[in-house]
């Protein structure tokens, strides 16, 4: 805990100092990686960004390194998709935390082969809006947004 209030006074107190950058979209970048179902894990999780995580931990870090390269001083976990409600659609909703720790042990480590005393790197939860509409025919109500998060 020490360890992240030190960070965050760190981030505010560059924020201060100059524009800080983030890194781009890690989207775009697996869909250049040309990856296959196998890549994913099999055909069942074709398409399951946030479980190249655990697939192909390499392809994820090598977005992470080639951001960092570019100049970022913040980068983001490859956890858009990883909530319950998201992973459910893959069978995996039940290891949305699993999935969530492991992106942000890879980004943390990518950023720290980078961090210099002058140039410290950072990392950023990314949390994108799930795959449901809250409307009639969503099929999901606000209650259950709200509670499907990780568990812990």
């Not at 655990?54 to 976990?77: C, F, M, N, Q, W």
């Not at 039940?94 to 999935?99: G, L, N, Q, T, V």
């Not at 082969?113 to 799930?130: D, E, I, L, Y």
């Amino acid at each position: 805990m020490r360890n992240l209030i030190q960070q965050g006074l760190a981030l505010r107190e560059l924020l201060r100092e100059r524009i800080l950058t983030l890194d781009g979209a890690m989207g775009t970048m697996l869909q250049q990686a040309n990856l296959t179902a196998d890549d994913f894990g099999g055909a069942h999780l074709e398409g399951c960004n946030e479980y190249l995580v655990i697939s192909r931990p390499d392809v994820v870090s090598e977005i992470h390194r080639k951001y960092l390269e570019a100049g970022s001083d913040i980068i983001e976990t490859n956890t858009f998709g990883s909530t319950p409600v998201v992973l459910a659609e893959y069978s995996l909703g039940e290891r949305a935390r699993e999935i969530s720790r492991v992106a942000a042990e890879l980004a943390r480590q990518a950023a720290d082969k980078f961090a210099t005393p002058a140039k410290p790197r950072f990392v950023a939860g990314s949390m994108g809006p799930t795959t449901k509409a809250i409307s009639v025919t969503g099929g999901i109500t606000f209650e259950t947004i709200i509670t499907s998060r990780p568990a812990g």
